[in-house]
């Protein structure tokens, strides 16, 4: 079927066996993800790009929401002053922060930096509205961009600009924190596998790892289809380190003035790049449905047979009650169209020409195994609902696989250079908590710490130093 | 009802009549729609104000996907170089952007604007992805915050960052531009109007005071209880002078390289300022039904004795199922609820206590008017409909009755001068066209001219030099 038109569209793509960066780089482009502009290291978010994180917003938003969290927007813009006020939050941020210095026509007094997170500003709010123990918890979250001044940038990856959501709450006691950090955690995990079908690893982040500011950091952390690891989210607990900088206290039920406890916690857009690199194949995007922002494409074939059109849009709108469904009626030939949707990642496509209306059927095309499936029109609904999960299943599970061949354990510090030498992927091994051997590994097998995690011990000395150690760490490379 | 908690709730609100600055400046705070922080010029949008926000995004972006828009996301800065392409557009700008000088440790070569409006960033993509008239039209819209240095600011009305939407569309003709143009002027005509309950005049902005680039400024255009004029949103005609400017150009059928067409237009939080004006009133927000984040809020009374909080748990999963409810648990008095209901301008309020459980009946009590309206337990679903909409009908009638007695028409100089000193309102003139007589009438009356309207005209001759006139003016005091 294919033309010349299919060929170039298709040939267009690195090979991901190939190079995985350029196959990366040209899928975004060719999905019509991002476009880039003058501005450097930031991308546009297009239409279709942008519609994949609308679908991550509602769906995780909601999240929110059910765990008792509202929205709010605080200003663009920290005074100098006020970013410093936390001692080690201000060491991590400084080097990479954009300074606005002039407005309008003046020279700013105090020189004002575009945020690049910001617990500074809800802290400062906090300290202003909470009084009493009645005012605790306060469970904020915010949509917006932030920005950080990276020298090497990649879509969605690494841009000096990004959309995220940053969670910060404030709660009366260490206990209560805690748990709401881990509750956070919990929601990103459910979120990667049950909707971006991406498995993921939950641990704690090693002290060199952790947020700037951090009294501990948790992370889900997500293995490419290359073998290297996405740091998917993470949530941050604060003790009461920013609460005491800030000066937040409440009077509690004995008429005490204490200090709050808080945490926060973040994903982004980053995602969208996690989803292109978990799922992607040859031909293109493979999207999990739950964010596909079209989820089924209808191609009238011989669609200029009498009736064919009419058929398309009668199941358009029948499939369009319950699913994300548009019908590709552009005068291309059925080979471009096809490796289009492909190219989109749309999970499903359904065809339907005259001899399919002749014996009342049409014929689904899963995106992630080229499967066809004769339907029956009559149940075109329960079907669709069927491929859809089996795809969500599907991914998930390959991914799980690909996650399953590139994870090794190293006991010892020859093995786990070799490994990491030769394979990419995660290593684990035992580590004594001391930091100078993750150092010593980051320096000679080139690999960084992921997390600590909650599984069983491998041995019960340290793989760099070989003394006593009760902590088993996940090593990758990372985007 | 009242003890003294509730009467320094209320005693600390200003008299409408009074000061309607403060007025206005007291509900902003009292309502939690907003605070203050150290970054000047720019406010906390609290959860309560941010979901007001999120209803009126979620109710018009759904407008726009159904006139066929597309959201996207553009960098959040514009290089100077690139700013400064279109000189109307430039000119206008310059003198209120915020301007990024150092990034990391390094001096920027280019100094970066934070966005004013995007309209060069928008032109540059388009110049990139734009090749044929297949590409054609363009409809996009993004959502998104803006920088303009402003000097004096208020809450909602002017701020130096604000959120809001900016459309944009590229096409291939000046007649469908100009029919996107006045499209999306009813769309937000019928937004201010059926949703907002704020009556709009909509028309079109003299040269003088139209958009930096435009070749046409569109307005819809609502009058404060004040008095005063809010231009609640605006939609920009471009023709072909930002494609000149950018090199926007497609193939037509022909084969023939012609330049597009363009538009824009936006709304933004200001909506909100316009909402507490419009509506509100001595006690509070009144706020309208469809954008209220609390549409009815249950009042138990008596909730100690047996079965009032259980009833009160029905009847919110009941009226949860079609409206956005909630029910005050808080340990305060009546009286302190009540008036934090209607501070809050949350629009009924179901009182249910014992003997209203007797007799299998509750208490509805109007925001608007303080009716209370008993209402048997078995259909509380279709009268809260009911009285939701009675409510948004009588909001808007309110308002339109306020523009009705506010609005004033004068023939010569003499008479505009004398209104304008004695009231505040909307004066209808005759106009000649003349930015010379436009600027009299400013300089003389103190008012600005708010727009050109299709309406039967007063006279022939121009209220200011008395030349032949064909244009209708609508004049007022703006916020």
């Given at each position: 079927m294919a033309d010349k038109t299919d060929k170039k569209l298709l040939e267009e793509i690195t090979p991901i066996e190939e190079d995985f960066a350029q196959w990366y780089t040209d899928i975004v482009k060719k999905a019509e993800l991002i476009d880039y502009s003058s501005v450097k290291g930031c991308v546009i978010l297009r239409p279709y790009g942008y519609a994949v994180w609308e679908n991550i917003q509602k769906i995780i938003d909601n999240m929110f929401k059910k765990t008792g969290h509202s929205n709010v927007y605080m200003p663009l813009f920290i005074p100098e002053t006020l970013l410093n006020k936390e001692k080690d939050h201000i060491e991590g941020f400084a080097p990479e922060v954009a300074w606005v210095t002039r407005g309008g026509s003046e020279e700013l007094t105090e020189k004002l930096c575009v945020r690049p997170t910001s617990e500074t500003l809800f802290c400062e709010h906090y300290a202003n509205t909470v009084k009493s123990y009645r005012d605790l918890p306060k469970l904020y979250n915010q949509w917006c961009s932030v920005v950080r001044w990276e020298k090497t940038t990649r879509p969605f990856l690494r841009t000096r600009e990004f959309l995220w959501q940053e969670g910060h709450t404030v709660h009366a006691t260490h206990e209560d924190a805690l748990e709401e950090t881990l509750r956070m955690l919990d929601v990103y995990a459910d979120f990667c596998e049950n909707y971006l079908c991406m498995p993921v690893v939950k641990g704690q982040k090693t002290d060199k790892e952790?947020?700037?500011?951090?009294v501990a950091t948790y992370t889900v952390e997500s293995m490419m289809h290359d073998g290297k690891a996405l740091q998917a989210g993470t949530s941050h607990y604060f003790g009461d380190k920013f609460a005491k900088a800030f000066d937040i206290k409440y009077l509690d039920k004995n008429n005490e003035l204490k200090y709050c406890f808080q945490t926060s916690w973040g994903i982004s857009t980053r995602l969208i790049g996690g989803i292109i690199m978990a799922h992607g194949d040859n031909r293109g995007l493979v999207l999990p449905?739950?964010?596909?922002?079209?989820q089924i494409r209808i191609m009238p074939i011989?669609?200029?047979?009498?009736?064919v059109l009419e058929k398309a849009g009668e199941l358009k709108n029948r499939l369009e009650e319950k699913f994300r469904c548009d019908i590709d009626?552009?005068?291309?030939s059925a080979g471009f169209k096809f490796a289009e949707q492909e190219m989109r990642g749309i999970p499903l496509r359904l065809e339907i020409g005259p001899k399919d209306i002749e014996q009342n059927q049409c014929v689904f095309v899963r995106r992630d195994t080229s499967e066809k499936i004769t339907c029956s029109i009559d149940v075109i609904e329960s079907k669709a609902e069927e491929l859809l999960n089996l795809i969500s299943k599907n991914l998930y599970e390959k991914a799980l696989e690909n996650r399953r061949n590139k994870t090794f354990t190293a006991k010892n510090l020859d093995e786990i250079i070799e490994i990491a030498k030769t394979s990419t992927g995660f290593i684990k091994a035992m580590w004594c908590g001391d930091e100078k051997c993750e150092v010593i590994l980051k320096e000679k097998a080139d690999i960084s710490s992921r997390c600590i995690v909650?599984?069983?011990?491998?041995?019960?000395?340290?793989?760099?130093?070989?003394?006593k150690a009760d902590k088993l760490l996940y090593w990758g490379t990372a985007y």
């Open positions: 952790k947020f700037a500011g951090a449905p739950a964010v596909a922002p079209v011989a669609s200029h047979k009498p009736g009626l552009t005068d291309t909650d599984e069983d011990h491998i041995s019960d000395t340290c793989v760099c130093c070989g003394k």
